[in-house]
């Protein structure tokens, strides 16, 4: 049935995406780990942490893509999600760390030793153990998107507003993480890890194999997320992004609808930025930015609003972007970063993806049927 | 001993009268008092020595504090054969009376010595002598020192000064000095200690109520109870000036967000866009204030009083300029698209941030206050600074001035028929593109203005807007979009808001609650304080 829905449910660009991606999965740790350093087939291990990185990237701009481009919701705070799932991760790798700390306290990380912590706060127990962490990674930006979908989506709360209250939360989250008192490391955050699930974090192994997983994760988001906008709930989705009041009025109950997106979205954000912690080697408050939650924007943007493949492409590509400026023209980054998003908005509204696919439309000289509908907003 | 004192006093204020009186004559009356002193000194007797620290507190010779301190210290050496004495310093010795390095010290020095009763009148003769400066602040200082050790020895001291004293507020240490001595000792009348607690009262600060809280325990009940009262009534009232502290403060930092949301209740609030480079216009008006402090620094120095003046209508064509600029090539485009608008403008606002440090660096950018900023001044219990109190002022004054141009100007006409009803406008023969530019243009000189008051109490750096853009928007939307009273209400109330909560949630937790506050305040009223009414379904 799996392989029923994989071949007829999804449309020909999720499946030739979802090809390509299990190839890379498994090509490049391959490539990484069998290949000799010497043969020009070898991928380093720092590029496969930062193609890694650029996964993890992929996977937010998917959950992004999923609340903007198919449900009209612009989140300005997604960057909470991804490092709240980030910070669950962060806590399992730091009780990993165990008496290998610079305090070699068995049970308290070295910021709390540092700072005079006598016991381990409530909220860190359990962390000692992988698939409680993982539960969190996944349930704690749930909760957060739930109870905040819960409010602002049932009072109504729509575009812009919506756009600066998450903004807001995320500021907030920014905030309070940056206190030592709230017991995430403050301003340091976490980091010096040394294992996960018994590997070492630095092992050629281990980075490899964090790579696929990421790969993996961006497969598995985009056929989650293909599955929710080609069912029935992704048609609604789609007229609450079109016409939002008039779904209303026919019937269909837009808050649970939005709530419901909102949390999924959330959660894939923090399975993201799980599996980005352990290969960055670091979390810290500066996740939180605003700034980083809007740059997630502009990757689903450059890459096309609405089409999910877009998102993939667009993080990867940015993000590509980015480390090749900041190598070679380091002050101009942000001039490059500020152009596209002038530039996209005003002579891209549709992104790569999505202006590629009309112009091959077109080129067939057949109606467009098939192409994404243009985001009414 | 403490008759000796209040003799010493007395001789002191004696001295020190004729002193101010006789100017003329001050070198040979002090040389003359000291140097009987100084051969007692050299006496090698407990008795002697006493006797020559009264005469030198006496003195008023302005070597007179430094040779007592040496007594105090150990440093003070003698030869009795040549009547030398000498203070031993750093640099040497030195001659005690005339502070000049010894051509030939003589080699059997021997530093004058010091039993208990002579340290006790060294104590004394100290505090009478720094009672006696004639620097108001010492004395300050002096009683101070006083106020907090309840040294009985100084009490005379302080009774023979007290008449004396002209500068009203050295009179109140001493009273308040003199009233924690009198309020301990137990030898004084209950009428006497019960009014040196109404002193007490006076002085109305936590050390007061530290001192009227100390008492003993066999304390008359009589003085213990007017202590306790006296304590009370400093607390309520400093709980008042507390309250009264936090909301000056919180409307100062209300004026400030008012100056950094007004330019954009116009941009957003009247015309519907997201200028997320509204902080970076701040920031423009800022450098613009730092360029023009600059340019009066190397050309004319004389006109830095007037640097603000010069800079506010400048930075308002500068920041003003950018932002026609930006809705000619940008947003013009973009009407009606909010969200995008919103991503076009915050690239817009990394452009503008890089350009900045590009061409100044990133580094902070010294600006300058003119005199009549600095300083501060005292009202009550409270102290602002007289730069806080012009942006007030200042963040006022522009307010009425924004509402003005709304209300009284064809422009202002102009610009709410378009943002009511484009079409209508039009038709009217309204040219409409022209105006959008204009009220956003408006919107964003506003902002410069306000980057010139903000560069007085922030960091001129590139991230400056940064800092605003959030709170900005807050304000805004708390107040309500198209309002500018309810940005002028929500501004106020955040600011005063987040100052009470600061005392017991902390700075950043307070702002972090009153974030919560908001997000909260928006599920119940999404559409701020102070709404528009309408009928639209999507508004």
Request: net charge positive.
């Amino acid at each position: 049935m799996i392989t029923h829905f994989l071949m007829n449910g999804l449309d020909a660009r999720v499946r030739i995406a979802l090809v390509v991606i299990v190839a890379i999965a498994i090509l490049v740790p391959a490539s990484n780990l069998l290949l000799p350093p010497s043969s020009p087939f070898h991928v380093p291990t720092y590029l496969v942490t930062l193609f890694g990185k650029y996964a993890t990237y992929a996977v937010l701009a998917l959950a992004l893509d999923l609340v903007w481009g198919y449900c009209g919701i612009l989140s300005l705070g997604h960057g909470a999600f991804f490092a709240l799932g980030g910070y669950a991760m962060g806590m399992y790798l730091m009780r990993q760390i165990g008496t290998r700390g610079v305090y070699g306290n068995p049970i308290l990380p070295d910021f709390m030793v540092f700072l005079n912590w006598k016991e381990l706060p409530w909220y860190w127990y359990g962390f000692d153990h992988f698939a409680f962490a993982m539960v969190m990674v996944v349930l704690v930006p749930g909760i957060l998107a739930f109870v905040f979908g819960w409010f602002a989506f049932r009072s109504r709360v729509t575009g812009v507003y919506l756009s600066i209250i998450t903004q807001a939360l995320t500021y907030a989250l920014l905030l309070a993480f940056f206190r030592n008192d709230m017991g995430f490391g403050g301003n340091n955050g976490l980091t010096d890890f040394k294992d996960i699930v018994g590997f070492n974090v630095q092992a050629q192994g281990t980075r490899a194999s964090l790579f696929a997983l990421s790969c993996l994760l961006v497969a598995a988001g985009l056929v989650l997320t293909a599955a929710i906008v080609n069912s029935k709930l992704g048609k609604v989705l789609i007229a609450i992004r079109d016409a939002e009041s008039r779904t209303r009025f026919i019937g269909y109950r837009v808050a649970t609808y939005k709530t419901f997106v909102f949390t999924v979205s959330a959660m894939l954000a923090g399975l993201a930025g799980a599996l980005y912690v352990p290969q960055v080697g670091i979390i810290n408050p500066s996740e939180f930015s605003p700034g980083n939650s809007i740059e997630a924007v502009i990757w689903v943007a450059v890459g096309g609003r609405g089409t999910l493949v877009g998102a993939i492409v667009g993080a990867v590509a940015v993000n590509w972007g980015k480390t090749w400026f900041t190598g070679v023209l380091p002050s101009f980054w942000l001039f490059a970063l500020g152009g596209l998003f002038v530039l996209v908005t005003l002579f891209l509204p549709k992104g790569i993806v999505g202006t590629w696919s009309e112009w091959r439309a077109k080129r067939r000289a057949a109606p467009p049927a098939d192409a994404t509908p243009a985001p009414a907003e | 001993m403490h008759a000796t004192v209040r003799r010493l006093a007395r001789s002191a204020l004696l001295i020190l009268a004729l002193l101010t009186a006789l100017p003329v004559l001050t070198t040979v009356a002090r040389a003359q008092d000291i140097s009987g002193a100084l051969a007692k000194l050299t006496t090698d007797s407990y008795a002697d020595t006493v006797e020559a620290i009264g005469q030198l507190a006496a003195s008023g010779h302005p070597r007179a504090a430094a040779i007592v301190q040496g007594i105090q210290d150990g440093k003070l050496e003698f030869d009795a054969a040549s009547k030398t004495v000498a203070l031993r310093t750093a640099a040497g010795l030195v001659d005690a009376a005339k502070g000049e390095a010894l051509a030939s010290p003589p080699a059997g020095l021997s530093p004058v010595r010091a039993n208990n009763r002579v340290r006790g009148v060294l104590a004394a003769a100290m505090g009478s002598l720094t009672l006696m400066s004639p620097d108001p602040a010492k004395r300050r200082e002096a009683a101070e020192a006083v106020y907090k050790s309840r040294d009985a020895g100084a009490l005379a001291t302080l009774e023979a000064a007290i008449p004396k004293e002209a500068d009203t507020r050295v009179r109140a240490a001493f009273d308040a000095a003199r009233a924690a001595i009198v309020l301990y000792k137990t030898d004084a009348t209950e009428d006497a200690r019960v009014a040196a607690s109404e002193v007490l009262k006076a002085r109305g600060d936590q050390d007061a109520v530290a001192t009227l809280r100390g008492l003993p325990g066999d304390t008359p009940k009589r003085v213990r109870d007017a202590a306790e009262g006296a304590a009370k009534a400093i607390e309520t009232s400093l709980a008042m000036w507390a309250s009264v502290q936090n909301a000056v403060y919180g409307v100062s930092l209300g004026s400030v967000l008012l100056l950094a949301a007004i330019g954009l209740a116009i941009t957003f609030g009247v015309m519907g866009i997201i200028n997320m480079a509204h902080g970076e216009m701040v920031m423009l008006g800022a450098y613009t204030t730092f360029v023009v402090q600059e340019v009066i620094r190397t050309h004319a120095p004389g006109l830095f009083d007037w640097s603000l003046a010069i800079a506010i209508p400048l930075a308002f064509l500068v920041s003003g300029a950018v932002g026609v600029a930006i809705e000619r090539t940008i947003i013009r485009f973009l009407y009606g698209r909010p969200l995008e608008t919103l991503l076009a403008t915050w690239g817009l606002s990394l452009i503008l941030q890089q350009t900045v440090r590009t061409i100044f660096g990133a580094n902070n950018r010294e600006v300058g206050a003119p005199s009549w900023m600095s300083g501060s001044f005292e009202f009550g219990n409270l102290t602002m600074t007289w730069g806080r109190l012009w942006i007030v002022v200042f963040a006022m004054a522009v307010f009425v001035g924004l509402i003005m141009i709304l209300k009284k100007t064809p422009a202002g006409l102009q610009m709410r028929a378009v943002t009511q009803n484009r079409a209508m406008a039009s038709a009217m023969g309204i040219r409409t593109p022209f105006v959008d530019a204009l009220t956003f243009g408006l919107g964003c000189g506003i902002a410069g203005i306000a980057g010139v008051a903000l560069s007085q109490i922030d960091n001129v750096s590139p991230n400056l807007g940064q800092s605003y853009i959030i709170d900005s928007f807050m304000v805004v939307v708390f107040g309500g979009v198209g309002n500018l009273w309810g940005t002028l209400v929500g501004a106020l109330t955040l600011g005063v808001v987040n100052k009470f909560l600061e005392p017991f949630a902390g700075a950043v937790l307070g702002k972090i609650l009153v974030l919560v506050f908001i997000i909260l305040f928006i599920q119940k009223r999404p559409r701020g304080l102070f709404a528009l009414k309408g009928r639209a379904v999507d508004a």
